[in-house]
C-alpha cells in the first residue's frame, strides 16, 4: 500500500510539472516592426523588457527601411507594432484602417557622416559638391532620403547653396540606398566619402571610423518617429503593455542613451 500511495504522489506531481510547463511556459510572442534607424535603441528595449518578463514574453523585432515594412503590412503581414521614420506612412496606413491611430514618440535628426580616411574636408554643405567626392543617400522613398531632399531643396531656396553647387551635389551622389544602415556601411568599408544618415547611426562601434558634420539646415527638418498598434494582430494585449513600456521612465532613458530625442 504504501510502494502505490508513493507511486501515485510521483505521477500527480509530474502531472502538474508537465502542466505548468506547457502552455503557459510557452512565450507569448509580439512582433514588431522599426525602421532601421531604430535598432540598436529596440533591440536594447527588447532585450530589457523579455528579462522583466521573464521569459513569458519573447520580442520579435524585423528592423528595414519604413517603405518596405509599410509595404509589407499593407500586403497581409501583421506585426503587432509598427514603428516609422516619418508620419506619412503612418497616415497611408490609417486611411486603410490598418491602424487606428499614432503617436509619435521620438525625434532625430540627419547629419552628414564622413569617413575619417576620406580625402575630403566636409565644414558645409556646398563641401559635398567637390569634384571627385562619392557621395551616399537615401532612396526618395526612404524617410532619411525625403528629409534629405526638403534640406537640399530649402538649401537652395535660402541661398546657402547655388544652382550650380546643387547639380555638383547631385552629380557626386553614387548610390541612393534603401536602408540608412546601408549607408553607413558604405561610408564605413570607404566606397564612398561621405553619407547622408541620421545623428542615431553614429554609434560607438563606428565613431573611431567616422565623422559627424551637423549642417544648421538640417535642424528645420527633424526626423519624427511615430508608433501605432496595428489592427488584426495576435497578441494586442501584450502589444499595449510592451508598447507603454517603450514610452516609459525606463524606455525613454535608453532612447535617449543612443542620441534620440524623447517626449
Do not use: C, H, W
Given at each position: 500500500m504504501k510502494k502505490l500511495m508513493l507511486i501515485l504522489i510521483a505521477v500527480l506531481i509530474l502531472a502538474g510539472c508537465q502542466s505548468?510547463?506547457?502552455?503557459?511556459?510557452?512565450?507569448?510572442?509580439?512582433?514588431?516592426?522599426?525602421?532601421?534607424?531604430?535598432?540598436?535603441?529596440?533591440?536594447?528595449?527588447?532585450?530589457?523588457?523579455?528579462?522583466?518578463?521573464?521569459?513569458?514574453?519573447?520580442?520579435?523585432?524585423?528592423?528595414?527601411?519604413?517603405?518596405?515594412?509599410?509595404?509589407?503590412?499593407?500586403?497581409?503581414?501583421?506585426?503587432?507594432?509598427?514603428?516609422?521614420a516619418n508620419t506619412d506612412y503612418m497616415e497611408a496606413l490609417q486611411k486603410k484602417n490598418i491602424i487606428k491611430d499614432y503617436k509619435v514618440f521620438l525625434q532625430n535628426k540627419i547629419v552628414v557622416v564622413r569617413n575619417k580616411s576620406s580625402k575630403f574636408t566636409l565644414k558645409s554643405l556646398s563641401d559635398l559638391s567637390a569634384d571627385g567626392l562619392k557621395l551616399a543617400v537615401g532612396d526618395k522613398t526612404l524617410p532619411a532620403g525625403m528629409y534629405w531632399n526638403k534640406a537640399l531643396n530649402k538649401a537652395l531656396k535660402d541661398g546657402i547653396i547655388d544652382n550650380e553647387q546643387k547639380a555638383g551635389i547631385e552629380k557626386n551622389i553614387k548610390t541612393k540606398e534603401l536602408n540608412v544602415k546601408d549607408i553607413v556601411n558604405k561610408v564605413l568599408l570607404n566606397e564612398v566619402d561621405a553619407g547622408i544618415v541620421y545623428s542615431t547611426d553614429i554609434t560607438k562601434r563606428n565613431e573611431e571610423k567616422l565623422e559627424e558634420i551637423?549642417?544648421?539646415?538640417?535642424?528645420?527638418?527633424?526626423?519624427?518617429?511615430?508608433?501605432?498598434?496595428?489592427?488584426?494582430?495576435?497578441?494586442?494585449?501584450?502589444?499595449?503593455?510592451?508598447?507603454?513600456?517603450?514610452?516609459?521612465?525606463?524606455g525613454k532613458e535608453i532612447f535617449k542613451k543612443y542620441k534620440f530625442i524623447t517626449f
Open positions: 505548468r510547463g506547457g502552455t503557459d511556459s510557452t512565450p507569448r510572442e509580439i512582433s514588431v516592426f522599426a525602421a532601421a534607424s531604430l535598432t540598436e535603441a529596440f533591440t536594447e528595449v527588447a532585450r530589457e523588457y523579455e528579462n522583466r518578463q521573464r521569459g513569458q514574453v519573447k520580442i520579435r523585432l524585423n528592423f528595414a527601411g519604413s517603405q518596405s515594412l509599410k509595404t509589407m503590412i499593407e500586403n497581409g503581414t501583421r506585426p503587432e507594432i509598427f514603428a516609422s551637423q549642417l544648421q539646415i538640417f535642424d528645420e527638418f527633424p526626423a519624427s518617429y511615430p508608433i501605432a498598434l496595428v489592427e488584426g494582430s495576435k497578441e494586442r494585449g501584450e502589444a499595449e503593455k510592451f508598447l507603454e513600456y517603450l514610452m516609459d521612465t525606463r
